[in-house]
């Protein structure tokens, strides 16, 4: 499933998801049970990935802010309950951390 390292939100379907830092967007493709995605380059080989999402609301190129509204809450992994799935991958090996100790290390 949408699993991983990552943290996820538990919300109603198309609750709107926001952005955590500011970033540009790198895609917006499907992932099996990740469901539709959102990729967003933080710069320095660091990206957020926004997942089990309903509907997308931003294109590759954009640039986000935090707060600034990704997509909607939905359910793409049939196990679990609609929720936003993030997960934070740093350079260089691109593996995933902890999203809330990231996000407080850029504040």
């Keep these: 499933g949408a699993g991983g390292r990552g943290s996820g939100a538990a919300a109603r379907v198309g609750t709107p998801g926001k952005g955590g830092d500011p970033g540009t967007v790198v895609g917006v493709p499907r992932r099996g049970t990740y469901g539709l995605t959102v990729g967003s380059d933080h710069g320095g080989g660091d990206y957020s ?4 999402l309903n509907t997308g609301t931003v294109k590759p190129g954009n640039v986000v802010k935090r707060g600034d509204v990704i997509g ?9 309950s609609p929720h936003l799935h993030l997960e934070i ?14 996000l407080r290390g850029r504040r």
């Excluded at 990935?49 to 089990?52: D, F, G, L, P, V």
């Excluded at 909607?72 to 679990?80: A, C, E, F, Q, W």
């Excluded at 991958?89 to 990231?102: F, H, L, N």
């Design 72 to 80: 909607t809450v939905g359910v793409s992994d049939p196990d679990l």
């Design 89 to 102: 991958r740093t350079a260089p090996s691109q593996q995933a951390v902890d999203p809330e100790s990231w």
């Design 49 to 52: 990935i926004y997942s089990s």
